[in-house]
């Protein structure tokens, strides 16, 4: 079993649709990572968690370290938003160093 | 600033060649990163890097070498490909090794091994 499992796999959405990503992960974690890659992209960083909630423009991310469970919200959802949405959980590796531990991701699509 | 930049963008091997995929951040960061990712599975972590003459092995680390001899480069050494490492392959860095900082990736190198 992933020590990270993101559902669902595969989102296709309405141009406005609220979306959701959700993120569980089975082991005990520093700090939640949230990232995009476009497609045939480079992926880069949206968010870092390790409690609460986060929001930069339409996106909103929120964690609850008891539940080890993460979402990810986008509002307002626009085609921009299709990409692939990466979880990754920072799992203590030694000395004051954490390895990323990764999901498989969520493929979104969002139609015009 | 560059951010982190990678050599080649594409590659197509022989199996038994080896190849040295080229990483380099400009942002003076002591934590460097090399992953695979391959269809249907997260990002895998290959060999990491704490600062300059310090690294050590990832998840999958077994066909590859790397070495740190400067803080701004991280190569990744193929030993003698395989069709196995077909990949798709992302350096990254981070101000340091703690797991609140954020990362910053490569655009990727697409390696077929044939």
């Known amino acids: 079993k992933n020590e990270v499992e993101q559902s669902p796999q595969n989102l296709t959405a309405q141009e406005g649709e609220f979306i959701t990503i959700n993120c569980s992960y089975s082991v005990g974690i520093s700090a939640l990572h949230w990232l995009q890659q476009h497609p045939g992209g480079g992926i880069v960083s949206l968010f870092m968690l390790s409690s609460g909630k986060k929001k930069h423009g339409r996106l909103i991310a929120t964690i609850n370290i008891q539940e080890k469970h993460s979402s990810l919200h986008i509002t307002a959802s626009h085609p921009r938003d299709s990409a692939v949405y990466i979880c990754a959980v920072a799992v203590y590796s030694g000395g004051s160093n954490y390895k990323l531990t990764f999901g498989k991701g969520t493929l979104l699509t969002v139609n015009p | 600033n560059a951010g982190v930049t990678q050599t080649p963008k594409f590659q197509v091997l022989k199996t038994g060649q080896s190849m040295t995929l080229q990483c380099a951040q400009d942002m003076n960061h002591e934590y460097m990163s090399w992953y695979r990712q391959d269809p249907g599975m997260g990002l895998r972590l290959i060999h990491y890097?704490?600062?300059?003459?310090?690294?050590d092995q990832g998840e999958v680390p077994n066909g590859y070498n790397v070495s740190r001899s400067t803080t701004e480069d991280f190569p990744l050494r193929l030993l003698s490909a395989a069709p196995s490492q077909t990949s798709v392959y992302f350096c990254a860095s981070s101000s340091n090794g703690r797991s609140y900082n954020e990362q910053f990736f490569g655009p990727g190198t697409r390696l077929t091994v044939l």
């Open positions: 890097s704490v600062g300059a003459g310090i690294t």
